[in-house]
């Protein structure tokens, strides 16, 4: 961590320029996380996949039992490991791959696809760390995904919960 207790965002691109400000954007999802979700975490890295090596880019990892190819991740959560403090990894280029560009010119889109990813992998950093729960991992990381959302929701965007409900109504009948 940088001595004043803030995570540091690194960018590390190469061919590729993210179509937005992406650590801003980072630096803002990460001031409505609790401080004590964050403790321990060193950086998060924000990168392109494309520019990954081909043995980084053709590797495969395990996710809820099977076997799953890296080319298709959109973040990674990296535990502390001999010494290292636990970081995050963001691949931009496969997080923006499904939003048409004109899409990421709103700030609601932009901030929710990133936050999609980085609430994923800081809910496997809570779970590993913080508080450990006895269930499947992506699960854990998928429901602090939810909550760190909501908290986001509730605080930057407070006057689209109305619409939100409203949607919902909609969606059970």
């Not at 099977?66 to 970081?87: E, F, M, N």
């Not at 691949?91 to 899409?103: G, K, N, T, V």
């Not at 909501?150 to 605080?155: A, F, P, V």
Request: proline content about 6%; glycine content about 4%; overall charge positive.
């Amino acid at each position: 961590m940088a001595e004043d207790g803030e995570i540091s965002i690194k960018e590390a691109y190469r061919d590729y320029k993210p179509p937005v400000d992406a650590a801003t954007i980072v630096r803002q999802l990460l001031t409505s996380v609790p401080d004590q979700h964050l403790r321990g975490l060193d950086c998060i890295v924000l990168t392109n996949l494309s520019g990954q090596p081909r043995r980084h880019r053709l590797g495969k990892i395990t996710s809820r039992g099977r076997k799953v190819a890296l080319s298709r991740t959109r973040g990674l959560y990296h535990p502390r490991w001999q010494g290292q403090p636990p970081w995050i990894e963001l691949y931009l280029d496969h997080i923006f791959r499904s939003y048409p560009r004109w899409a990421l010119r709103i700030p609601l889109i932009r901030n929710l696809a990133i936050a999609e990813v980085l609430y994923h992998e800081l809910g496997h950093h809570v779970h590993l760390f913080i508080r450990p729960e006895y269930r499947e991992k992506e699960d854990v990381a998928d429901e602090w995904k939810k909550r760190f959302t909501t908290i986001l929701i509730r605080r930057r965007y407070w006057y689209l919960i109305p619409l939100i409900r409203a949607l919902k109504m909609f969606r059970r009948k």
